[in-house]
């Protein structure tokens, strides 16, 4: 059978012939139909399809195991946020971007500890409680988390500084509270010095991400969550560099008065406090 | 308003503001449709999603100017069959692959040259004649041809060979003829030692090419083709590992007989001869 434009489609299917991995073949037939579909609704010229191709030669181009560009254009076309979305599941804290700074290995710290060395920043209480969907608490649940400074920095972008700062794993107490201090993160830009930067300035896109904290929380037998918290009454909470945002994930940061209890007792004297609780579901 | 995984895919949309490029916008928006639509239909998980994403930035790590690693994953995938597919003209020759050993500055040679030195293979007279889609023969038609030798092998290919070597620019003569002896090429095997590789080995396919003669043919006012041409009767013209074949550049390589008049003037003794034609569509 000669191939044409119509069933060239079909012949590339047919030429992958393991067919046994019944997913591998669902991804790669559904990718096929949808990038042949493309280049037919478009009318694709050889010029535009060889742009595509050396945009994403020169994505790998300033990849590094640091600076994963294809990881930050998924994230600036909402494919990040559109797996988060579908994944999470039902009753369950919605999830919301890993981002490129997550370290497997944070130190483990006891609650109440402050996270944040000398950063510049306001110092913030962070507390909440992990339950399942039930409502029942889940003690021993592990919050690990991440965090830029009161600049916009994370301490692993800067030569010289303690990558380990502003990064914690915390386990939950007997009623699957969490707390500690750090202070409050600053707004920051995603990196637009290379080809995912060129694309945002084509499309007259800002890099701006509105400023978060950055958790994954899991326990024995649930299934664990990436997410992030943000602040609300905060700048790009609308209009986010890379759609992390979602309502259920804005937390309210409020003053702590004089002489009030906390509740809690943590190394540092916090100026504001932010109670977040995260729910799981089962695994 | 909150964005959901239906709604979604407007809001990345509307991220992107300079809606001027009306081409830009319409080639986003439909990617954006369609990478979009893969996640959901998929139920895409996090770690299938950063497979594929590890899978670009490998084939990133790979490249280099002379091995475009996305390029033959577009080759691979049916895409730049596809492309060379719809951006055929009515009545022209159909156009194909590309392929990755292209060099613009091809040596210029005298009809009747052998652009072969003393490479392995039978040796063939390729003859024709470049004509419009109305019959006209294009005299000043330029030829351009590019090819492996008879063990599959391009010269650009192997340290110390001369690139430039099965290589040349023919002008036709004043009826459009072209006509000139190189070595009959063989299959070969397109690059999988890389992500591709991998892909194609995941897949159980193969990765060779039917044996073939690279042309880009053009003329003054004419729109210039890009194709390839390939032997009745020799393997893989079923199932050539990029797409490249279609019936219509299929020619038949025929033995000359003892004594047999060539009509034309050739630097060598050809043992066969392949007679194929180029029809060029207006620009």
Redesign the interface.
Known sequence: M????YN??D??KD????KD?AR?T???E???D?????????????E??MGI??F??D???I?TPER????LL?DV???????????TRGGATEGSN?GPFYLDNAPVKALGAHIADDRPGATVLCMGQVRDTLGHPLPGAVVDTWQADGAGTYPIQEEGQDKYDLRAKFTCDDEGRYFYTTVLPMPYTVPYDGPVGKLLR????HAWRAAHLHYIVGAPRMRPI?TEVFFANTDYLD?DAV?G???SLIGKVVRIKRGEELGVEVEKQPDAKLAFDFVLAPA
Chains 1, 2 share one sequence.
């Open positions: 000669e191939i044409n434009q060239l489609t012949a590339v030429s992958f012939k393991a991995d591998f669902l991804l790669l559904t990718m096929l949808h990038l042949h579909d493309f280049v037919r609704e478009t009318s694709l010229t050889h535009e399809w191709l050396n994403l030669y994505c790998g181009k990849s994963h560009e294809f990881i998924s076309l909402g494919l990040s946020a559109l797996v988060d979305m579908i994944n890993l084509a499309g007259d896109r990436t209009n759609f945002v979602r309502d």
